[in-house]
C-alpha cells in the first residue's frame, strides 16, 4: 500500500504542535519529505526498488543506467521482454556467487578463451566496491537480457495546485513501503528542528528524531557506536 505525503506531512505536523501549519508551511514540510525520500533510498536502497530489464554488454562487466542507484539482484534470464507479443518470459534462473571462491576456483573466468561468452548468464557478482557495476558468468555474447531488481532515486515530489491546503496533498503517492511511514515522518521533524537548532532544545529535538529515522532503516549512529564501544569488554 502506497504511502500518501499528506500522511507524513500531518503526522510531522502533529508533532511539531504547530497547528494551522504556520511555523513549518506545508511547502517547506514537502522540501523536508523529498530529503527524507532522497535519504531513505542512499542508506537502505532495498527500499524503493523496481524490476527491469537489462540488456546486457559483451563481456563480464555490466554497468547499471545513470537512473538506477544500484542493483539489488539478478533473477533470471528473458527469452521475450514485455513489449513483445507473449510480454515478458523467463529463461534460466540466475544465482549469486562470490567473487574470491569464483577467482580462487577459476581466476581466468573473464577470460573468453577460457570461459566463452554466451547469450545466458548462469550466475552473477555484485562489486561492493560500485553498487552500480556487476559481473556475470560466462560473459555475455552482448546479446542477453535479463532480469533484475535495482534500487531508484525516487520521483521528486512536487507541490500540489493548493499548496498550503493539506487536504491537496492526498493525491500524491510517495515511492515507499508503508511500512517507512513513521521513518519518514521522524525525518521531516528532524529537519524541522533543525530549522530552530541554535536553541539547544531544539537541537536535541532534531537529533532524537534523526535516530528514530536511523534506527528504523538500520543506521548506525555516532550515539549508536559511541555507546557500544562503551558496552564492549575491554581485552588485554
Known sequence: MAIKASDILKRANITLQDAGYVR??????????????????????????????LALEKGTVQTLDDAYISLVRVVRNLVTLSGSADG????KAITVTKRGSLDSVMP????????????????????MA????????????????????VS????EVDAPAAPLDIASYDAIELDAPAI???A???????????KDSADPSQA?????????????????????????????????
Open 24 to 53: 513549518w508551511t506545508l511547502p517547506e514540510l514537502l522540501w523536508y519529505l523529498n530529503d527524507a525520500m532522497r535519504e531513505l533510498a542512499l542508506h537502505k536502497p532495498n527500499a524503493v526498488t523496481k524490476t527491469v530489464e
Open 152 to 155: 531508484i532515486l525516487p520521483v
Open 108 to 127: 581466468e573466468w573473464q577470460n573468453p578463451a577460457v570461459l566463452p561468452y554466451t547469450v545466458q548468464v548462469e550466475h552473477f557478482v555484485q562489486d
Open 130 to 149: 560500485d553498487p552500480r557495476t556487476f559481473y556475470v558468468i560466462p560473459g555475455n555474447d552482448g546479446t542477453g537480457v535479463v532480469e533484475a531488481v
Open 204 to 236: 536535541q529535538r532534531a537529533t532524537a528524531h534523526y535516530n528514530l529515522f536511523a534506527q528504523a532503516i538500520g543506521l548506525k549512529t555516532t550515539s549508536d557506536q559511541s555507546t557500544q564501544l562503551k558496552t564492549t569488554p575491554q581485552t588485554s
Open 88 to 91: 515478458r518470459t523467463g529463461g
Open 184 to 194: 519518514l515522518a521522524d525525518y521531516v521533524v528532524y529537519r524541522a528542528y533543525t
Open 180 to 182: 517507512f511511514r513513521n
